[in-house]
């Protein structure tokens, strides 16, 4: 059981926008900035948002970051096939002293 | 550029003691700040924190697992070396060391490497 609550799928088709909740409590992403990771098939992860905002070096602007109270959210706006894998999102937890992850999302586009 | 690659057994056998290295390059964790985690996903499954050591070599560990892991850096050789003892099936996973900073998630990640726990 992740500490932080992702869906475990979604899935949407090419050039759709699709979003990704991350849903955690007041020690971890009310309290701390988060990150956005994206996991190709066979891959590790690769950092895509960070701070809950900035996209990471080389990442294109489709993809945006934002958090509001307790929850965080990833868009991915003019899908593409190769958008196609999961997605993690992370940040740091008051309470337990350490790095909490969600339980990721499997993205398919159809 | 910043760089970590994990290494070690691909096999171990149920109780035994499971040694990793994370050498990496590109950063200093004698640097104020930094730090490197361990970080493992099973098979199909979700990522769980492991441990981390910071420039300070202050220590954090994950509650469930506390008790079966150590963690030590070696500023001379740019290494983190990670030990988790009395593994078990369910330890099969990707092991994966990654760069971070005080309080916040990961940046860089190395490749990861899978270890089979099995007899």
């Known amino acids: 059981q992740s500490v932080l609550t992702q869906p475990p799928s979604t899935s949407g088709t090419p050039g759709q926008r699709v979003t990704i909740s991350c849903s955690g409590s007041?020690?971890?992403?009310?309290?701390?900035?988060v990150n956005w990771y994206q996991q190709l098939p066979g891959t590790a992860p690769k950092l895509l948002i960070y701070?809950?905002?900035q996209r990471a070096s080389g990442v294109p602007d489709r993809f945006s970051g934002s958090k509001s109270g307790t929850s965080a959210s990833l868009a991915i706006s003019g899908l593409q096939s190769d958008d196609e894998g999961d997605y993690h999102c992370?940040?740091?937890?008051?309470?337990?002293?350490?790095?909490?992850f969600g339980g990721g999302t499997k993205l398919t586009v159809l | 550029q910043i760089t970590l690659k994990e290494s070690g057994p691909t096999l171990v056998k149920p109780t035994q003691t499971l040694t990793l290295t994370c050498t990496f390059s590109g950063f200093s964790l004698s640097s104020r700040g930094v730090g490197v985690a361990w970080i493992r996903q099973p098979p199909g499954k979700a990522l769980e924190w492991l441990a981390l050591?910071?420039?300070?070599?202050?220590?954090r560990f994950s509650p469930s697992l506390k008790s079966r892991l150590t963690i030590t850096r070696d500023t001379s050789k740019d290494q983190v070396v990670l030990t988790m003892t009395n593994m078990d099936p369910v330890d099969t996973a990707t092991y994966y060391c990654a760069h971070n900073r005080l309080w916040e998630a990961p940046d860089f990640w190395g490749q990861g490497t899978l270890v089979t726990v099995s007899s």
């Open positions: 007041s020690s971890n992403i009310g309290s701390n900035a």
């Open positions: 992370a940040t740091w937890d008051d309470s337990l002293n350490g790095l909490v």
């Open positions: 050591v910071y420039w300070s070599d202050d220590k």
């Open positions: 701070t809950n905002n």
